[in-house]
C-alpha cells in the first residue's frame, strides 16, 4: 500500500470498524506516535492504549489528504457528540508499515468536556 492508502486504512480501521487488530499489522514494531495528550515508543504499548480506553461514538469527515513517497498528511475534521474540531495527523511509512505518527489538534476543546 502508499503511505496514503496506509494512513486511510488506519483512520478506518480506527473511526469506523474499531479493528485493533488490523491496525497493529499496519504498524512498525518500535512506532514512535505523538499526540497531545499521549506518546508511545512501541506499537505494542499504543494498540494497548487503544484496545484499553476504545474510541466510542466517533466519526470524521476527510478536509484533505495528501502524500509522497515516504509520508501522507489527513486533515479532518473530528466529530463527537458536543465536539467538532480540525485534526492534522502525518504519517510516515518504511518497508510497508507506518513507523511514525503525529497527531495536531487543539486539546482545549476535549478538557471542557
Known amino acids: 500500500m502508499t503511505p496514503l492508502e496506509l494512513a486511510q486504512y488506519?483512520?478506518?480501521?480506527?473511526?469506523?470498524?474499531?479493528?485493533?487488530?488490523?491496525?497493529?499489522?499496519?504498524?512498525a514494531d518500535d512506532?514512535?506516535?505523538n499526540g497531545p495528550f499521549q506518546h508511545f515508543e512501541s506499537a505494542?504499548?499504543?494498540v494497548n492504549a487503544l484496545a484499553n480506553n476504545p474510541p466510542?461514538?466517533?466519526?470524521y469527515k476527510m478536509i484533505k489528504s495528501?502524500?509522497?513517497e515516504t509520508s501522507a498528511c489527513l486533515v479532518y475534521q473530528f466529530l463527537k457528540a458536543g465536539v467538532s474540531t480540525p485534526?492534522?495527523?502525518?504519517?510516515?511509512?518504511?518497508?510497508?508499515?507506518?513507523?511514525?505518527?503525529l497527531l495536531i489538534f487543539d486539546r482545549t476543546i476535549f478538557q471542557t468536556l
Do not use: E, P
Open 10 to 27: 488506519y483512520l478506518d480501521c480506527y473511526y469506523k470498524t474499531g479493528d485493533f487488530k488490523a491496525i497493529r499489522n499496519i504498524l
Open 31 to 33: 512506532l514512535q506516535f
Open 44 to 46: 505494542a504499548s499504543y
Open 56 to 59: 466510542k461514538n466517533v466519526a
Open 66 to 68: 495528501y502524500c509522497d
Open 87 to 101: 485534526m492534522n495527523q502525518t504519517f510516515w511509512v518504511a518497508h510497508g508499515k507506518i513507523y511514525k505518527m
